[in-house]
Nanobody, 123 residues
Framework: QLQLVESGGGKVQAGDSLKLSCAGS????????MGWFRQAPGKEREFVAM????????HYADSVKGRFTILRDNANNMGYLHMDNVEPEDSAVYYC????????????????WGQGTQVTVSA
């Protein structure tokens, strides 16, 4: 089994930058793709970004493309989401996930999830 713990969320202003971290524990972190999802109050969980196990391929939601960057450091069992030029619409609980089946953009396809970290962006 794989355990994931997110950190780095907080209260920021529009235009600010912040970095979210995802700490993995277990023997298979570096063999699984990982992704970031977010969920705002009253909304469904939505795809943000995904990166393959070896960082060769990454995908982003159109809403964050060019602003967010997904990274991973398998030697330290860490994943990251670098967020630049944040907007109020980015406010949500951000979740790290790993090991999807079939669809990287579908939250129901992922087996492992962290507890989430809150990001709040004021205008």
């Amino acid at each position: 089994q794989l355990q994931l713990v997110e950190s780095g969320g907080g209260k920021v202003q529009a235009g600010d930058s912040l970095k979210l971290s995802c700490a993995g524990s277990g023997d298979n972190f570096g063999t699984y793709a990982m992704g970031w999802f977010r969920q705002a109050p009253g909304k469904e969980r939505e795809f943000v970004a995904m990166i393959t196990y070896n960082s060769v391929i990454s995908h982003y939601a159109d809403s964050v493309k060019g602003r967010f960057t997904i990274l991973r450091d398998n030697a330290n069992n860490m994943g990251y989401l670098h967020m630049d030029n944040v907007e109020p619409e980015d406010s949500a609980v951000y979740y790290c996930a790993s090991h999807f089946v079939a669809s990287y953009y579908d939250p129901s396809s992922y087996q492992y999830w962290g507890q989430g970290t809150q990001v709040t962006v004021s205008a």
